[in-house]
């Protein structure tokens, strides 16, 4: 920025005065810095870390890729690009939550619904279309080499069903390998997983969920531990334990490693339930993995052998009672 501004004013000293010259300095400097402000981020405004760079990289991917036959197909999908990218930083803008909440992590947001009002009018967005029916024209779409990314977006929306979801599946795959064929490598954009963890907690699939985990490298599909800890929460306040074990077993083969706050939603909910010999086992197991467990968590467990302690005495005392009858 300084050269730029620097340079400018050197080849205006040739032709002007002293006082023009300071005078264009100051503009050009100005404007240098606006044009600047404009597109970056300052040091006060965000600190912006890898994981973000690389999730706008690899939004920039989203929309047009795979799409052989030339900029006249390539430009319906422009729009989106822009789209998704904004959605993408604004989703990162937003971080991941606030710490203070149970199990000491972070919170995330809930998806925001109102990222499906950015979806383009591309030959997907046709209200006739079901999961099933899209999928057929997704795959037709493959076969060609025509098909990108964008059309996964609307096929997540459309499912509601474990059918469907793993309709949804097979249609991320049918793209992974077109995408593979072309040469392209690149995992799928966060917005896209994002939207895939959505599509599962609609339809209530945690078995499809199960499945993407285990296929994780084949199918380019990485869902962040964020997006995992959402799920979880919602089984969690829905008294699923089943359901978050199910999905717990199967993390590690997506290249997802659990964390403090893994902990304290499993236990949690065991705790919740009245399960406390499954609370005591996970305490046990994430802390054999080096996992440690925060004073919240902690406390869950007291308060849960607490209360076992209760039950006890209080069937004890019944037990005594009808006896002395």
């Known amino acids: ?12 000293n040739h032709r002007m005065s002293a006082t023009q010259t300071t005078r264009i300095c100051i503009k050009s ?7 600047n402000h404009h597109r970056l981020p300052t040091a006060g405004d965000v600190t912006t870390s890898g994981r973000q760079i690389a999730a706008e990289r690899l939004v920039a ?8 036959d030339g900029a006249s197909q390539f430009s319906q999908f422009r729009g989106f690009q822009q789209q998704a990218a904004a959605a993408a930083r604004q989703q990162l803008a937003d971080g991941p939550g606030e710490r203070g909440q149970p199990g000491g992590g972070y919170r995330s947001q809930p998806y925001r619904k ?18 099933a029916s899209l999928y057929e024209e997704i795959v037709r779409k493959c076969e060609t080499n025509t098909c990108g990314q964008d ?3 609307m096929i ?8 469907e979801a793993r309709i949804v599946l097979n249609a991320f795959a049918a793209v992974r390998a077109s995408l593979v064929r072309q040469g392209s490598f690149k995992p799928y954009s966060e917005p896209l997983a994002a939207a895939f963890v959505h599509m599962i907690r609609s339809a209530d699939a945690p ?6 985990l285990q296929r994780a490298s084949e199918l380019g599909l990485l869902l962040s531990r964020t997006r995992l800890h959402e799920i979880l929460r919602h089984w969690g306040e829905m008294g699923d334990l ?3 074990e199910e999905v717990l077993g199967s993390m590690p083969l997506g290249g997802v490693a659990y964390d403090h706050v893994t902990a304290y939603i499993v236990i949690r909910t065991a705790v919740n339930l009245g399960a406390q010999d499954k609370a005591e086992y996970y305490a046990a197991a994430m802390q054999q993995r080096q996992i440690r467990l925060t004073n919240a968590t902690v406390k869950l467990l007291e308060l849960g052998r607490q209360r076992q302690r209760d039950l006890q005495r209080a069937a004890a005392a019944g037990t005594g009672t009808g006896r002395r009858q």
């Open 61 to 68: 991917f989203a929309g047009g890729e795979g799409l052989d």
């Open 29 to 35: 400097s100005m404007t240098m810095h606006g044009i």
């Open 207 to 212: 078995d499809v969920l199960v499945e993407a």
């Open 151 to 153: 059309a996964l977006f």
């Open 242 to 244: 089943a359901k978050i």
């Open 156 to 163: 997540c929306r459309l499912a509601t069903n474990t059918q």
């Open 114 to 131: 109102s990222y499906w009002g950015q979806l383009p009018q591309g030959w997907f967005a046709k209200p006739e279309y079901t999961a």
């Open 1 to 12: 920025m300084f050269p730029a501004s620097s340079s400018l004013c050197g080849l205006q």
